[in-house]
């Protein structure tokens, strides 16, 4: 390992969170940091927030990076199949209960956070497996 690389971590990380988070595992969460500098996560607040982690176990603050290499499980708004590409659910939407939420992409413009591709069908409130890719993604108006 390159000395410049020595203090780099892989798998779960702990941080600090900016809320509790208790009975959140599986959501998507974004990096941010309080007053003072200090590192942590937090649901996302809009569609298009970078969410490059999901919770683990927020009793420790442990959080899983989204890795092209490994598959994971996000908390699932609505229904849908394998190949389907995820995005963010609107965190605004029913009084912050899908914050941090994944759903297959609809036909609504706007420019959406997409952690990753559904590798399996699933339902509403399901843990699904994704293959993560995350990007922004675009919905174009429809004509």
Known sequence: ?????????????????????TGLDGRLLKLTHNGDGLTQVALPAAVNDITLFVLDDAGVGKA????????TRVRAKGAGNAGDVLVLSDPAAAAGAHAGKAEAIGATAGVYFSP??????????QLVLIRPFPRLVTVEAQA
């Open 116 to 125: 990753g591709i559904a590798e399996e069908k699933f339902v509403d409130g």
């Open 64 to 71: 899983i990076p989204l890795d092209p290499a490994q598959n």
């Open 1 to 21: 390992m390159l000395k410049t690389q020595s203090n780099t971590q892989r798998g779960p990380l702990n941080f600090a969170m900016a809320a509790d988070l």
